[in-house]
Structures are given as structure tokens and as C-alpha cells.
């Protein structure tokens, strides 16, 4: 069982993060919504090699999702992630949080890391907001929380630890829990 903390910040990766189009169903435009943002954030231009690259690249993810929910028997609503993330978090669901958190976070590190020195800056971090459509006003707030040394930049270290704090921890108080900002709105 998720916790209704687990519950709520679920909820918001799912509405304020992957629905990009808020129409209450994951589908190809929404990642495609974002592949676009990242090609204006990295100003790759339509018809480019780098433009198709990225474009691709989201929708093999898109495509990761989608068998999952064919098999789980249709659309991708809320309701269905819910299941789905409640499935992966429970027991025996390792191998699927490794495939679709895990890998897609290491992924979102490196795509954010715009100059490449391995780590994010407040910045770097910010951009992550815009691109994905994320109330803006959160990111220092949440930056300041996922720096947990407060050297003024995130390791994918510290990243990840947010990550797996983000899923599983039912601690209101964990740093983690602001990953992509406030989850409490609505
Ligand atoms: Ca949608
Ligand atoms: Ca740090």
C-alpha cells in the first residue's frame, strides 16, 4: 500500500510532470511535449540530427510506458500509475524501479547538467523546472532541500537519494519529498 504522503506525491509527478497536456492520460504527446522543451532549452533546431535524437528518445520512452499499461489493460490514467507505481514499490518490484526510475533519473541528471561538470547548479536545476512546466516559485526552496551538504549544487548522489526519498519515504520531513517542488497543490 502506498501512504497517503506516497499517494499525493505520486499524484503530482503524474499531473504537474509527465501529463503535460493535463488532460488526466499519459500518452505519446506528453512525451513528445517534453522532448520539444529540451530541444529549446539545448537550441536544437527542427531537422536537425540532435533534434531526432531527442525526439526518438522520448518516445522510446513513451514507449517503456506503454507496453506496461497495455498489459496492465489500456490507458495510462492517474488511477493506473497509481497501481503501477504501487506494484514497482511493493515487494518484488525492484527490477521495474530500476527500469523506469532509476535509469529515467540518470537520464534527467544528464540532460540537465548543461555545461557537463557532473554536478547541477540552482540554474541547471531551474531549467528542469521550466522544461517539465513546474511551478516555478518551488525550485530554490526545493534546490536548497536536495543540497544536502549546501555546497550550492546537487550531486547525482544527492539527486538520487532525493529520487528514491521522493517514492518511498512517507517522512513529511524528508528533503526528497520536494524533488520536482511542492506536491500539495492543486
Ligand atoms: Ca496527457
Ligand atoms: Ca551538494
Not at 25 to 53: G, H, M, N, V
Not at 123 to 147: G, T, W
Not at 153 to 175: C, G, N, R, W, Y
Not at 176 to 185: A, E, I, R, V
Amino acid at each position: 500500500m502506498l501512504s497517503e504522503l506516497q499517494h499525493d506525491k505520486i499524484a503530482h509527478y503524474f499531473r504537474v510532470v509527465l501529463d503535460q497536456d493535463r488532460n488526466g492520460i499519459l500518452q505519446e504527446q506528453d512525451f513528445r511535449a517534453i522532448s520539444e522543451s529540451l530541444c529549446i532549452l539545448w537550441r536544437f533546431k527542427p531537422d536537425t540530427d540532435d533534434y531526432e535524437r531527442v525526439i526518438a528518445e522520448g518516445r522510446r520512452n513513451w514507449e517503456l510506458f506503454r507496453e506496461h499499461f497495455e498489459k496492465m489493460g489500456g490507458e495510462a490514467t492517474e488511477f493506473q500509475f497509481l497501481k503501477f507505481y504501487e506494484t514497482m514499490l511493493g515487494p518484488g518490484g525492484e527490477e521495474l524501479y530500476e527500469k523506469f526510475v532509476t535509469r529515467t533519473v540518470g537520464t534527467i541528471f544528464d540532460s540537465f547538467d548543461l555545461n557537463g561538470d557532473g554536478v547541477i547548479s540552482i540554474n541547471e536545476y531551474s531549467d528542469m523546472f521550466m522544461c517539465y512546466h513546474i511551478p516555478i516559485r518551488y525550485s530554490a526552496k526545493a534546490f536548497v532541500k536536495l543540497d544536502r551538504n549546501g555546497d550550492d549544487h546537487i550531486t547525482k548522489q544527492e539527486l538520487m537519494e532525493a529520487v528514491d526519498e521522493f517514492f518511498k519515504s512517507s517522512d513529511p520531513k524528508s528533503p526528497g519529498n520536494w524533488l520536482f517542488g511542492f506536491w500539495g497543490d492543486r
